[in-house]
């Protein structure tokens, strides 16, 4: 009698990565014998209550399971006791390993799975195939550096904050990166204000040659670079000239190439974005991870970008034959005989691929339907960015002619592209790139018509505050944080109001501006950015196991905390130094209210506290609703946490404002104004009435409306 065979079960593997889009994008590659779960970042770290660094004990860091999550925990010990194979698949960085190796520590006790590591720079089904085709081991060393980065930052922050709350106010906190950052924006600020502007004039005139016009600028008087210092200087050169006629004296035609950029990198995708779109760091990187976990298209879901932390511009050999074998049907005429293979900084990790497309063929208008708008520009750029990166350069031709009227000499260029190479597929030009402009076809000698001239008054401008683009490229530059800490960093400087965002400036408040001094003064050798940036190349050295993380740590403690230990002997309290005095009377127990600092700003407080705890927004305005007589005050929208402005009789008076009331009224109509912002004219002052046209400069200048869309 034959005997039944029985059927082999077939092995279970379960794959964790860090978030439940990427789970649910890789397990449809993987199918049947996978199962994909999603550990939510760590499970274990340092708790936030206490230092938990036993410094007794070579700083070894005491972690614990951070709290509301040791439910999943218990899930994935039970998934992975169920299963053959445990692929520990988190982030490829210095974050995702320590996150493998706490997993790795918490289920080995609990499962007699195999337990191994797998990385990936995208999430595509050949990229995922391969790594789970290709296990290996937690690298130690990157997690060593993760630990040392942990510990330092937490020895750091643990002791200067206490010492803020006894000498500044409680609740306030330093850490090592973001003070320094912090001290980059408050130096800028200082510049800003010492800044002393000066008066020059510019001189535009018009000319024609038949039907064609052209507007040229004064480049020489009296063969000398003009000084236009006033505008009597310039009326009286335009009063020399202005009857003498206008030849052409040189027609110069020069070619320039211009070469694709490479690929992004993190900071250079954040600065683009910000520039071209408004974007801030942490919105840029919240949008771009979502490309790379995975987007709906059609029946599939795929990962359309590549991991977007990263500071190398490097593509792998895979990635190029793809986009040339895209650009050899699509633009042949624009693809180079070879692949372009760009240069890494000396300061890069390089440990991942720069940011590129997934898949060439995907291009931004066949996953238009797909994507959010904000995607979709997100997208486009990087997709715009890679795919010209492999293409020929552009070449451009320059005219430039320079016109004699007497004394004067006037010059104007035009510029047109005569080989478009990479420009093919660049469709959101920035400022910069997109050059072509036209003049009439000109001949030395020819004699020109002279039409108007324009005098225009200009002020030398002193230093820019720092913007999220010029931040992080400062940062970058700086050797200041990597790739993945770049939009955490301004994040916390304006959630912990020591910064705000004015016009998409980054202006520190008083309290950051307190707090900086502090800092710089009592701890230069800490709160600087040789220091940071040394930290980054020593912890480069750890990862590269180069180094022992404790050597590192023990190197740094014993003068850091000697230090400490003599500011908070040395320096008096200045608490209660930003409370104001107000006229204000509580409406609950008659007393007077003062201005204090919160967490969102100034506000009004009781000064019966702890007997009284009544609170209020500061008052901006009187209300402009007629009967009402309310006041108008800051208030945030819930969950987004925006600012608006409203009235303080909501919801009998449902008046807002997107914009802030300044200390001035109306001498039309009485409501109050705002300050504005456009490109044009700069901040200006403007009545929140809508049927109200009063318009003033910063200096109470009249002025016209701005043109529709610069607002």
């Known amino acids: 009698m034959a005997t039944k065979k029985t059927k082999e079960k077939t092995p279970q593997t379960l794959v964790i990565v860090e978030s439940p889009a990427k789970a649910h994008t890789i397990e449809k590659y993987l199918g049947p014998g996978y199962v994909v779960k999603a550990s939510m970042g760590h499970l274990i770290d340092l708790p936030k209550s206490r230092m938990a660094i036993d410094i007794e004990n070579n700083f070894q860091p005491e972690y614990i399971t951070v709290r509301g999550r040791a439910k999943l925990l218990k899930e994935l010990q039970k998934d992975a006791k169920k299963s053959d194979f445990v692929l520990l698949a988190s982030d490829n960085d210095r974050e995702g390993e320590a996150i493998a190796w706490h997993l790795n520590n918490a289920l080995k006790d609990k499962t007699d799975a195999k337990i191994s590591r797998i990385v990936f720079n995208e999430i595509t089904p050949v990229a995922i195939t391969e790594a789970v085709k290709h296990p290996g081991e937690i690298v130690e060393a990157k997690v060593n550096a993760q630990k040392a980065r942990r510990v330092l930052d937490r020895l750091v922050g643990y002791n200067l904050s206490p010492l803020l709350w006894a000498k500044v106010k409680n609740g306030l906190s330093a850490g090592r990166v973001q003070s320094v950052a912090l001290r980059l924006i408050c130096e800028r600020e200082k510049e800003v204000e ?68 490479p690929p992004f990198t993190t900071s250079k995708l954040q600065q683009a974005a910000a520039n071209r779109f408004n974007f801030t760091s942490r919105k840029t990187m919240q949008i771009a991870q979502m490309l790379y976990e995975g987007i709906q298209i059609g029946e599939n879901r795929v990962g359309l970008i590549t991991y977007m932390r990263t500071d190398s511009v490097r593509i792998s050999d895979t990635a190029l034959a793809d986009v040339r074998g895209w650009l050899s049907k699509n633009y042949p005429d624009a693809l180079p005989a070879e692949p372009i293979h760009y240069s890494v900084g000396k300061a890069a990790q390089d440990a991942h691929e720069g940011i590129r497309p997934t898949y060439t063929t995907y291009t931004p208008e066949s996953v238009k339907e797909y994507l959010t708008n904000d ?46 190479g990479f420009y093919n597929v660049i469709k959101l030009l920035s400022s910069k790139e997109d050059k072509s402009t036209s003049l009439p076809s000109l001949k030395e000698g020819e004699t020109l018509e002279t039409g108007k001239f324009h005098p225009e008054q ?34 916390v400087l304006l959630d912990r109001y020591y910064v705000t965002r004015s016009n998409k400036q980054l202006v520190p408040t008083q309290l950051g501006r ?29 990862e ?44 609950l127990c008659g007393k007077p209210m003062i201005k204090k600092l919160g967490k969102f700003g100034f506000f ?17 305005a009187k209300c402009p609703v007629p009967g009402c007589n309310g006041e108008i005050v800051e208030r945030k929208q819930k969950g987004r946490g925006k600012s608006f402005f409203g009235c303080t009789n909501y919801p009998k008076c449902t008046f807002i404002s997107h914009f802030k009331p300044i200390d001035s009224y109306c001498p039309k109509c009485g409501w109050f104004l705002v300050e504005k912002f456009d490109k044009k004219n700069g901040s200006y002052k403007s009545c929140i009435n809508p049927d109200c046209d009063y318009l003033h400069s910063a200096d109470d200048e009249p002025m016209v409306m701005p043109e529709a869309g610069e607002e």
């Not at 480049?219 to 009326?235: A, C, I, M, R, T």
């Not at 683009?469 to 301004?490: D, F, H, N, Q, W």
Request: net charge negative; hydrophobic share 35%; with cysteine.
């Open 544 to 587: 590269a196991d180069e180094l022992v993380w404790n050597d590192m740590i023990s190197d740094f403690y014993g003068p850091f905390k000697k230090r400490v230990e003599e500011v908070t002997s040395t320096t008096e309290s200045i608490k209660g130094f930003l409370d104001e005095e107000t006229d204000k009377v509580c409406d």
């Open 514 to 542: 307190v707090i900086s001094k502090i800092l710089v003064e009592s701890f230069p050798d800490v709160i600087n950015e040789q220091f940071t940036a040394e930290v980054e190349n020593t912890l480069d050295k750890v």
């Open 194 to 261: 010492d800044f002393i502007p000066e008066e020059y004039w510019s001189l535009d005139a018009d000319f024609a040659k038949g039907k064609s016009n052209f507007t040229a600028q004064l480049v020489k008087y009296k063969g000398e670079n003009p000084e236009l210092k006033s505008e009597d200087v310039v009326n009286k050169i335009i009063d020399e000239i202005k009857n003498s006629p206008c030849t052409v004296t040189s027609v110069k035609k020069t070619d320039k190439t211009v070469r694709p950029k």
């Open 458 to 491: 200009h002020f030398t401008q002193g230093p820019a505050r720092y913007t999220d683009a010029s931040i992080v490229r400062m940062l970058e530059e700086k050797g200041i944080g990597r790739p993945s800490t770049y939009a955490p960093i301004i994040s």
């Open 604 to 620: 009004l407080a009781c000064s019966g506290f702890p007997e009284c705890h009544n609170t209020k927004s500061i008052p901006l």
């Open 375 to 420: 995607q979709f520009k997100l997208y486009s750029i990087i997709w715009e960015r890679f795919v010209s990166s492999q293409m020929n350069n552009a070449k451009m031709t320059t005219t430039s002619v320079e016109i004699t009227s007497g004394d004067a000499v006037f010059r104007t260029a035009a510029s047109k592209i005569s080989e478009k």
